[in-house]
């Protein structure tokens, strides 16, 4: 059974159809990623899986479970890491984990969650003096401690600087590889790269294309651009098959500064939102 | 697969009430403003106004009373409204808690910070007004069903209202606005017998003023001064009666517009 089936979800917001039949199926234990542009309809899709939100129309199952008519049993199944929370402003960190972990039946060690978020130092600061990453790293901790089985993370890295950002990456591999199934939005290909099994782009609240992020909009199968220099400055052949053409090319010598490059991600990326 | 139990209900909730507590007493403007403004005002107001023994009596009952609907109505209101603004709803939503025990933490942090208010006012009251506090155990028991029952409607009110609130700042208007209007209407400020008979009505369909009257009931010197209420008479059974349906109508509204976030649905 898939953790997660979604079969022609839709939402509205005063005329605003901001989900527009969207279809998705994650394996457990995948980590998936969507991808996609501010309206694209992300964090609402995301929320309605969360059961934070109820939808217009579509058959949602999240761990075998409707979201919409879902109890404690399957809210305690979840993880769930906020985007914009200050909470526990005026709660220690290790009062904070501590007091969630009450909530759940059997829960991780809370001393153990602080040290795997990396805030072992900061266990007896107040929530509402962590800086940025701390501040997300707390919420990482409060939506870990229940032993989650399905993880649901919306642009947790949004305002990091590049160390924190992978430390915060080493952290959600270090999950995937306990086997936590994980759902994570996110404007940063770079992130859908480096964590995601699979990803999805979604444009307009539809699904624009889906695929692990090397054969995304065929990206695998993509014309490569073959770029050497020569005494008429750069050229440039766009080919299927790179390699015979650099076996030609190079017959006549060697070839100087030879690169092949295929579309990035974000080139593949940036097409399908156009 | 886990097999074990999830945590009850009440126990979750008073582990809520306990961090509630922790988080209120750590954050100074509730110290100034929630707990320590009614006795401020009635350092305040009552050394501009009272001059008699038996007017203090009287003047401090109706602060307890209103000190009581501010740590309830509105400091209970304008938590909720928090809780939704920087995601402590969102979070619990999100976890296994029971709204069941999101409320017995509410109701036990709002029960602690009223009594807390009311104690401190009472120690005003008595050390620089000379206030008698009450000297038999019925008036005790009447303050405490009073204190109760006054808190309970009151705190289902203020966390009905709190969902028409989009922000806190919004919400200290939405809350204070009615606290503030009723205080006149309600005999703390004015007596009841110089409001004209519209204004008395007004107030009297409201728990502040019932609230106040079983607090006077319960401090004055005897039993005559009963003849300076709008009735003659304490009205004990109504009072009960009153706050009770207020109770009941807080739990009806509360159920129905409870909202757990800004943004959902």
């Known amino acids: ?80 890491v906020l985007q914009s929370a200050t909470d526990a402003a005026n709660l220690t960190v290790r009062e904070a984990v501590h007091h969630y972990a009450k909530y759940y039946a059997d829960p991780r060690d809370p001393e153990e969650v602080i040290d795997l978020v990396g805030l072992t130092e900061k266990a007896k600061s107040r929530g509402g003096t962590l800086s940025g990453g701390q501040r997300r790293r707390l919420d990482v901790a409060l939506g870990i401690i229940g032993r989650p089985e399905l993880m649901f993370l919306d642009e947790p890295t949004t305002g990091f600087d590049p160390e924190a950002r992978r430390q915060f990456w080493n952290l959600i591999k270090r ?49 490569a651009a073959v770029r050497w220099l020569s005494d008429r400055g750069y050229q440039e052949i766009r080919t299927s098959e790179p390699t015979k053409t650099i076996a030609e090319l190079s017959r006549h010598g060697e070839l100087a500064e030879l690169t092949v490059t295929r579309p990035s991600l974000e080139d593949v990326y940036l097409e399908l939102i156009a | ?46 050394t501009v106004y009272v001059k008699e023994p038996a007017a203090a009596q009287m003047f401090a009952a109706s602060m307890i009373g209103a000190g009581i609907i501010s740590t309830s109505f509105v400091g209970l209101g304008m938590s909720v409204v928090a809780d939704r603004e920087d995601g402590t709803l969102k979070r619990l939503r999100g976890t296994p808690m029971p709204f069941t025990s999101y409320f017995i933490g509410k109701i036990i942090l709002v029960f602690v910070s009223s009594l807390v208010e009311a104690v401190l006012l009472m120690v005003v009251a008595v050390l620089r007004f000379d206030v008698e506090l009450p000297s038999t155990a019925g008036k005790w028991l009447t303050f405490g069903w009073v204190f109760a029952l006054g808190v309970i409607s009151c705190s289902l009110i203020g966390v009905a209202l709190s969902s028409i609130a989009k922000s806190t700042r919004s919400a200290a208007g939405v809350l204070n606005l009615p606290y503030i209007v009723l205080q006149f209407l309600s005999g703390v400020f004015i007596m009841q017998m110089a409001l004209p008979e519209s ?14 009257q079983g607090f006077r009931s319960v401090f004055a010197l005897n039993d005559d001064y009963a003849v300076m209420e709008a009735a003659g008479s304490w009205e004990l059974g109504k009072i009960a009666l009153v706050l009770g349906a207020w109770t009941i109508v807080g739990l009806v509204l509360v159920s129905r517009t409870f909202k757990w976030s800004n943004t959902s649905r």
């Open chain 2, 1 to 46: 697969m886990t097999t074990a139990t999830l945590p009850g209900t009440l126990s979750l909730g008073l582990s809520r009430g306990a961090t509630e507590l922790r988080e209120f007493f750590r954050q100074k403007e509730n110290l100034i403003f929630t707990v320590s403004l009614p006795a401020l005002l009635m350092l305040l107001l009552g």
């Open chain 1, 175 to 223: 999950l995937a590889a306990e086997g936590t199934t994980i759902l994570l939005t996110t404007h940063y290909l770079d992130e859908a790269e480096a964590l995601a099994d699979r990803v999805a782009v979604l444009a307009g609240g539809r699904v624009v294309a889906e695929g692990t992020p090397q054969t995304l909009g065929g990206r695998a199968h993509a014309d």
């Open chain 2, 199 to 212: 204004l008395r009505t007004v107030g009297s369909f409201f728990p502040l003023k019932w609230v106040c």
């Open chain 1, 1 to 80: 059974m898939n953790a997660i089936r979604v079969r022609g979800l839709q939402k509205a917001y005063k005329g605003h159809q901001a989900v527009a039949g969207v279809d998705l199926d994650i394996a457990r234990g995948e980590v998936f990623a969507v991808l996609g542009p501010n309206g694209a309809g992300k964090t609402t899709s995301v929320e309605i899986l969360e059961g934070h939100r109820d939808r217009d129309a579509g058959e949602v199952s999240v761990l075998g479970t409707d979201p919409a008519k879902a109890g404690r049993e399957w809210r305690a199944k979840l993880g769930i």
